[in-house]
Structure formats: C-alpha cells, structure tokens
C-alpha cells in the first residue's frame, strides 16, 4: 500500500498500532498500563485485586510512603496549597523550591542547583539551552531517550559513541574542530541494562579535548556510594562532573529533575532555559517530599546496604538459575528473552503467580534484546526475592527459554 504523506497513512498508522495491542491482549501478551489499587508496605503492591511482588519499581531504597516524606508533603499542602502562582521566573517560586535546590547541592558537593518539573523536560532544556548550532555533542548510543531528544533538539552536531566504548569516544572527540564547544553526555547506570559509565576514563577524556560533562544521575543518586550520593562517589572521584543532571522521580520518591552545577551554569539556566521560563514550577507538595527524601537518604545508610544485598542476591539467583543478565551491576536487572513475543510471555507467566514485572520490547531496545526489566528495591525481604527468582526460573524452563 502506497499512502505517501496524506492523513489516510496517519490513520493507517494509528490502526496499526491499535491492532497490534488488540492482537497481544487477545493472547494475554499484554501487561502494560496496569492500573496499581494500592501501594503496600515491602514492595508489594494491590492489582487486579492481587496483591504481587513489585519487581519493575524505581523506588530503589523502598521510600514511597516513607512517613517523614509523606509528612513533609502534607505541611506544604497546608502552608502553600496545592499549585503555585505560575512559572518559577515570575510568580511560582516558594521559599520550599529554594530549600530544595540548596539540599540538592549540598547532596551533590555543587554550589546551586535549578529543578523542573520533569527529568525528561530537564534533560530536553538544559541541553538544548546549553548547546547550539555549530557546537559538539558525544552521548552514549544507549543514553535515555531525553537525552537524545535534547541533543537533536539543540541543533548542534550530534555524534553518537558505541555504548561504554571509550576508543571510539576519543575518536570522535579527536576529529572534532578545535575551537567549537563540546559536550560529553552519558547516563551514570544504564537504564535498560544497569551497566554503568567508566566515568574516570570519560573525565581524562572530558579534560584532555577541553569538552564539558553531563552526566544523567537518574539511576545512581540513592544507589551508587557508599552513602548514595551517586557515581562520583562510587568511583571515589571528587566534583568532576560540570552538569550532574537527576530526576525526582526514582529513589526520591516525588516528581521533578534537577540540575546541580558551579553558580554561574545555574544562574544560566534559571534565566535562559525555556522549561524554566515556559513551564509552571513543582507543586509545593512534590517539592517538599523531594527535599525530605534527600535527607533521609542521608540519615537512613542501611538502606543503601540493604539494596547491595538485595542486588547481589537478585543477580547472583538469576544468573545461576540460567539466566543471561547482561553485564549489569546494579539493582536494574535485565533477563535476556531474545524476541519481544517471549519477554511478552515470560511476563505473563511471571504475573499469573503474582510477580509484577514488566518487559521491555524494541524499539526500547535492540531488536532481538527484548527482555524483562527487573529491578530490585530495598525493601524486598530475602525470602521474597527467592520466591520472585523460582517463579521467573519455572517459567523460564515452561517456555524454554532456559533447561
Ligand atoms: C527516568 C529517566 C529520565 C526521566 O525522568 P522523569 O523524571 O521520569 O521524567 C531521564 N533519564 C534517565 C536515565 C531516566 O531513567
């Protein structure tokens, strides 16, 4: 069929994809947009009117709900009320939006930071803020979808380095002009495959062909250091990232991203980045669970202990069950199923007995790499993760995937 650009492809392309899900759905393939009825206390969670392990959370050290976050976010409600009086340049700052960015820096050993309302708008506006026609920019092939969206947004040269692939980075840093502006972007954790950044390797490099660093945190901050301040820490590296980009939505269990970095990037931003100027500030409420969340990473350490503990046990079980994780080393855990139709299956067998965990299909990944996307959390009881691993293990064995 020959529809070139008129709106009958439009339509047809629409149609398509509402079959397709239809298709799945007839065959119990399809587990996506699961409406949750209640969060329970030990990462479970109510669905259809089950109560399932939850093996597909963000929420790596189990603060959802956390009564002091929940606490803060109630005060702010009766303080402030539900919105602000627009965007964060005219009328939306509070007082509870400076609290914030000050805990942000002082978590991430930076001078200021600067929040928005979402990871991905971060990500999107500070790199197409900072960067522009004429200018570099290196990203990982496997950096989160805002990071690529960003960097075409910005209009500047987009050169895309092979994943983690350190020769091939200096390569292209190396044929860059001298005199143009560079920016070297890469995640800290991987999300689709829990690997993470050589970032002492990406600094050496960084300094050496005078480019600057961003660095998405989305995944590390609460889960890499001792402390979980995130991968500088893990590499017991000082400040060596210029732009330590993070949302508010993973570990910290609220909504919003950030950037922390020197006074003057962030003056920059706060002033010239559009998210900042054109997109209404967080809601008192959000800002105030993020700002609480912060520090009871701090004041809470076994929580991080008892995430490594969880990881180690969760990726040690599947791998010895037969199972291919990938060269993941934190608490996101891919479970290799090849095809999109077996992660599919895998899923639903793994849902029918109670274990909540999600697949994730191209053009997420590679063709041919779809696979479950576990993820770990601190507040899995070891008793459970076993239960979940058996579980993944039979249905593996069910469907062939392993012997
Ligand atoms: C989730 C994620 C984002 C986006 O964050 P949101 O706050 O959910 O918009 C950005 N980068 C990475 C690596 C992520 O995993």
Not at 27 to 39: F, K, S
Not at 303 to 321: A, D, M, P, S, Y
């Amino acid at each position: 069929m020959d529809f070139q650009n008129t709106n009958d492809s439009l339509t047809h392309r629409v149609r398509a994809f509402t079959e397709r899900v239809a298709g799945l759905k007839a065959n119990d393939l399809y587990y996506l947009n699961m409406p949750v009825e209640e969060i329970l206390p030990d990462s479970k969670v109510r669905l259809r009117g089950r109560t399932m392990g939850m093996y597909a959370s963000y929420s790596y050290l189990g603060l959802v709900g956390h009564p002091r976050i929940n606490e803060a976010a109630k005060k702010a409600i009766d303080k402030f009320g539900t919105g602000t009086n627009g965007v964060r340049m005219l009328a939306g700052t509070l007082t509870i939006h400076k609290e914030l960015e000050e805990t942000i820096a002082n978590f991430k050993h930076t001078e200021a930071a600067v929040t928005y309302s979402s990871g991905y708008a971060t990500n999107l506006t500070v790199i197409s803020s900072l960067m522009g026609r004429g200018d570099y920019i290196f990203s990982d092939k496997l950096n989160h979808a805002s990071i690529v969206d960003g960097c075409l947004m910005s209009g500047a040269e987009f050169r895309r380095f092979r994943h983690k692939d350190m020769e091939h980075l200096e390569g292209l840093l190396k044929n860059a002009p001298a005199d143009v502006a560079k920016m070297v972007v890469a995640d800290s954790v991987f999300s689709m495959d829990g690997d993470i950044i050589d970032l002492p390797k990406v600094v050496e490099l960084c300094k050496k062909y005078n480019a600057w660093l961003m660095i998405d945190e989305a995944h590390s901050v609460g889960v890499l250091g001792k402390t979980g301040t995130g991968i500088e820490e893990h590499f017991g590296l000082g400040n060596v990232i210029d732009i330590k980009m993070g949302t508010l939505s993973k570990t910290i269990p609220s909504v919003g991203g950030y950037v922390a970095a020197n006074k003057d990037i962030i003056t920059y931003l706060s002033h010239a980045s559009r998210a900042y100027m054109f997109s209404a500030a967080l809601p008192p409420a959000q800002a105030a669970a993020a700002n609480e969340a912060f520090k009871v990473i701090l004041d809470e350490p076994w929580r991080i202990e008892k995430l490594n503990e969880n990881t180690k046990q969760f990726i040690g079980g599947l791998k010895g069950r037969g199972f291919d994780t990938m060269l993941t080393e934190t608490a996101i855990v891919p479970v290799l199923c090849g095809t999109d139709e077996m992660a599919f299956a895998m899923t639903r067998e793994a849902q029918h007995e109670d274990v909540f965990v999600l697949p994730v299909a191209s053009p997420a990944v590679p063709e041919g790499l779809a696979r479950l996307r576990a993820t770990v959390t601190s507040a899995h009881e070891t008793s459970e993760i076993e239960r979940a691993m058996d579980v993944i293990e039979v249905a593996g064995k069910k469907l062939g995937l392993i012997k």
